[in-house]
Nanobody, 128 residues
Framework: QVQLIESGGGLVQAGGSLRLSCAAS?????????????MGWFRQAPGKEREFVSG????????YYADSVKGRFTISRDNAKNTVYLQMNGLKPEDTAVYYC????????????????WGQGTQVTVSS
């Protein structure tokens, strides 16, 4: 069973911080090292399409952010723990969404449909 399990979501006031974690486990991640997956964070707000938030490639560790979160969010990964993190500071009500982590076998960040393994999501709610 391939699993990505997100945690760390919750309710926070505007200006606050949360740290999301995404732990990978299962047959896929034992046969191919977690370090060789490009990892991404996405979010989906009610009534909106799922959108890219941040990603980190496995080939060279390149990091990417959506313009809306640049300077506030930080992605990182701990390959020894098979975990990717999203540190979210300066949260705004418009950051309210279900946050998903996802894995892609591509060496660099690409389109959303290249991410074939998804977690179940964790709710982040930012009150004004």
């Amino acid at each position: 069973q391939v699993q990505l399990i997100e945690s760390g979501g919750g309710l926070v006031q505007a200006g606050g911080s949360l740290r999301l974690s995404c732990a990978a486990s299962g047959r896929t991640f034992s046969s191919r090292a977690f370090s060789s997956y490009t990892m991404g964070w996405f979010r989906q707000a009610p009534g909106k399409e799922r959108e890219f938030v941040s990603g980190i490639s496995w080939r060279d560790g390149s990091i990417y952010y959506a313009d809306s979160v640049k300077g506030r969010f930080t992605i990182s990964r701990d390959n020894a723990k098979n975990t990717v993190y999203l540190q979210m500071n300066g949260l705004k009500p418009e950051d309210t969404a279900v946050y998903y982590c996802a894995a892609s076998s591509r060496p660099a960040l690409g389109a959303q449909d290249e991410f074939r393994i998804w977690g179940q999501g964790t709710q982040v709610t930012v009150s004004s």
